[in-house]
């Protein structure tokens, strides 16, 4: 008797869920190594959600969209688990998040690619994800490529005038990818690298990984997440005089670095990060809408994560039904041109477009996010450095 | 032999190799002795020493707020030991004990669960955020830079080494002086050699369990501190980190060898930052990205070779 309660208590939820609300999987980094530069992007997806629903919800029988997170640590392992339960328990329609590189590859690959669900991840950069599929069409990024973030680093480095750096990069998807493209490009135009080490993240100690590469250069190109041996490694390479000048990428921009390091000893150091063109017309509208929200409006991926969030929407609306098939080529026709401009936050106008059976095509806070063959946009980068205690971004030409 | 062995390998290699030692050491303390005299392998071990440094955080930040004093980390740790220790009494009272006489692997499935409760109680209470144990960089002692500069051997040690070695150094006698010459001291090895023979021959076997927990908690939380006081701050994984190595070195040393595990931890955070030293030419001889792998090539190495350890300890 119990058991058929409970069963048919399972089938009411299910059925409720099914019929009441379209849900979207959210894989966000929630806990790992770099949970600061995570929770204001959750902010963003979340204010996404809200928008949605303001402006009508989905569909004519404006159904609630709904949001279901899971946290993936920015880890392959846990990426796996939380993805696996959002697709089988949770049912959803498509994934919009996993934050990191390494934990977007592993669950794209064993998990929703095989299951034949979208993946739109908010901050995977790593060059890697633009050739993973073969033959499908179901993984795609608001964030640009690191493929053109490595030369973007290069360039900063060359303007500075360093001629000869040391690379340490962590042992991931993402911080191998960007080295690989940093260190390419910068020998390309001239530099030399002194040297080019793996580090394991997470170690107590990386004296005599900075002792041995600091003998030949002063500058070090970092990469590293902030919360898993970053902060760790610049604070050693500082105690002991190894190395002087630094720059890096998305990984290591967080406040935590300035607060544990000290912004004294962080004068000649650089990390660029994906960001927008905060003259567009799409970043005006999302400043505003992030602004009334108190979100960081130029905060790292916080514009990609709002934008992911909105274009899964604007995807299902346009599929005109939560079938996960349907998905992969709505995303490419409501984010690529031709169609009647979108901006963030105009959701009832793009329904109405899409109910009168128009094309629209979405220009969003972080530009323009017009798909390439494989999935990737183009972006823009900016270069940081401290000043007054806090991270101070102008944009790279 | 300096000419080859200059002094960036006793600077940048060998001390920083002999304080992770410490560390390791400190922590391999508490496992050998919980493995030997429990008889499992108490994965919440980790979580000691993580716990143990929030609490000294939390004490270092409310003098500072509430009275205006800064306090040393050493200082500050003295409540948090007490603290930690009885919370991980009363773990062992509710979680460990029903399971005493059961099979091992229940208990060490309950230490599993023990070590992520905490690591989530943790996060619920201080957050997921790294927090800020002493901000700021240690620049090398000045004066023991200038004394040795002026003799041509030129030693940069920040304070906060000094401290880690100094400390372990005054535990390590302390814990010999408790097992060689006190009553309790010499309980605890009866317990460990033979729990049965120990109890017919009247030893209280549960004041022995708390006297297990209690060194070895002490040992852990003194670990958990100047892990904290090394890296400058603290994150929640901080101690599970040091798990796998700290097993390795307590295996190394041989089970139920409290000495055995000192030894073992000094030789894996050795052999974990000497193998990055360039021995031959001007690379580091393995890549730092596997530097984790020397201690585990040890410790299987060890088990194959000499499943006893290097102390002759217990077999499983």
């Known amino acids: ?397 | 032999m300096w000419e080859t062995f200059g002094f960036e390998f006793v600077n940048f290699y060998l001390i920083p190799g002999l304080v992770l030692g410490c560390i390791y050491a400190l922590g391999a303390i508490g496992i050998t002795l919980t493995f030997s005299i429990l008889r499992f392998a108490n994965f919440a071990h980790g979580e000691v020493m993580m716990i143990g440094a929030y609490f000294t955080w939390t004490a270092m930040v409310l003098s500072n707020d509430l009275f205006g004093v800064p306090l040393h980390p050493l200082v500050a740790a003295a409540p948090a030991v007490l603290l930690a220790i009885g919370l991980f009494i009363l773990v062992d009272r509710y979680f460990y004990k029903p399971f005493r006489y059961a099979s091992t692997i229940r208990v060490v499935m309950a230490s599993f669960g023990m070590m992520l409760i905490i690591r989530s109680f943790v996060q619920a209470v201080w957050g997921p955020n790294q927090l800020t144990f002493v901000p700021g960089i240690a620049k090398p002692n000045e004066l023991v830079k200038n004394f040795t500069a002026s003799v041509d051997m030129m030693i940069l040690v920040p304070n906060k080494h000094f401290w880690i070695i100094a400390g372990t150094l005054v535990i390590m006698f302390a814990l010999s002086w408790l097992l060689t010459k006190t009553k309790i001291g010499k309980g605890m090895r009866a317990v460990s050699d033979s729990p049965e023979l120990a109890k017919v021959s009247g030893i209280d076997v549960e004041i022995i369990v708390k006297a297990t927990w209690f060194v070895g908690g002490f040992c852990a939380v003194a670990a958990g501190v100047f892990l904290a006081m090394d890296l400058q701050m603290l994150e929640t994984t901080m101690g599970f980190r040091m798990l796998l190595p700290m097993f390795a070195a307590a295996i190394l040393g041989g089970i139920g060898r409290p000495f055995g595990a000192v030894i073992g931890g000094l030789v894996i955070g050795l052999a974990e930052e000497l193998s990055v030293y360039p021995w031959f030419g001007n690379g580091s001889l393995i890549s730092p990205g596997y530097k984790t792998g020397v201690a585990f090539t040890i410790m299987v190495v060890m088990l194959v070779i000499r499943p006893s350890g290097l102390f002759k300890g217990r077999l499983f």
């Open chain 1, 1 to 397: 008797m119990r058991k058929q309660i409970a069963a048919g208590l399972a089938c009411y939820i299910l059925a409720t869920t099914a019929q009441a609300d379209v849900v979207i999987g959210n894989p966000m980094a929630v806990t790992g190594p770099i949970p600061d530069l995570v929770a204001p992007m959750v902010a963003g997806v979340d204010l996404a959600e809200k928008h949605i629903n303001e402006q009508g919800g989905m569909f004519a029988s404006g159904e609630k969209f709904v949001v279901a997170r899971a946290d993936s640590q920015c880890d392959p392992v846990a990426a796996v688990d939380a993805v696996t339960k959002l697709i089988n328990v949770s049912m959803v329609t498509a994934i919009v998040g996993p934050v990191c590189s390494g934990a977007t590859i592993a669950q794209a690959e064993s998990v929703s690619i095989p299951a034949g669900v979208v993946t739109l991840s908010v901050s995977a950069s790593s060059p890697a994800i633009s050739n993973m599929e073969n033959g499908t069409d179901l993984v795609f990024r608001s964030a640009a490529s690191d493929a053109y973030q490595g030369v973007a680093l290069a360039e900063l480095a060359m303007s500075k005038g360093i001629k000869d750096i040391a690379v340490s990069y962590a042992n991931d998807d993402y911080n191998a990818g960007i080295a690989e493209v940093f260190a390419k490009s910068f020998a390309a135009m001239g530099g030399k690298i002194t040297s080019n080490e793996a580090h394991e993240p997470n170690k107590a100690s990386y004296r005599a990984e900075v002792a041995t590469m600091g003998s030949a250069t002063d500058n070090l190109a970092v990469f590293a997440y902030y919360g898993s041996g970053g902060i760790t490694l610049m604070r050693n390479a500082l105690e002991i005089g190894a190395f002087s000048t630094f720059i890096g990428a998305d990984g290591m921009l967080a406040q935590e670095v300035i607060d544990q390091i000290g912004a004294e000893n962080l004068g000649s150091t650089t990390f660029t990060t994906s960001t927008s063109d905060q003259s567009s017309a799409g970043f005006t509208a999302w400043k505003a809408l992030a602004d009334a929200a108190d979100i960081p409006a130029a905060g790292p991926f916080v514009p990609n994560s709002y934008d992911a969030t909105f274009m899964m929407a604007l995807a299902i609306e346009k599929a005109g039904s939560a079938d996960r098939s349907a998905i992969s080529g709505a995303l490419r026709s409501i984010a690529n041109a031709p169609g009647e401009t979108i901006l963030p936050g105009e959701f009832a106008k793009a329904k109405a477009i899409i109910a009168a059976g128009g094309d629209i095509h979405y220009v969003g806070a972080s530009g323009p996010q017009d798909f390439d063959e494989n999935g990737d946009v183009a972006g823009y980068f900016s270069a940081n450095v401290v000043k007054d205690g806090a991270w101070e971004g102008t944009i790279i030409d």
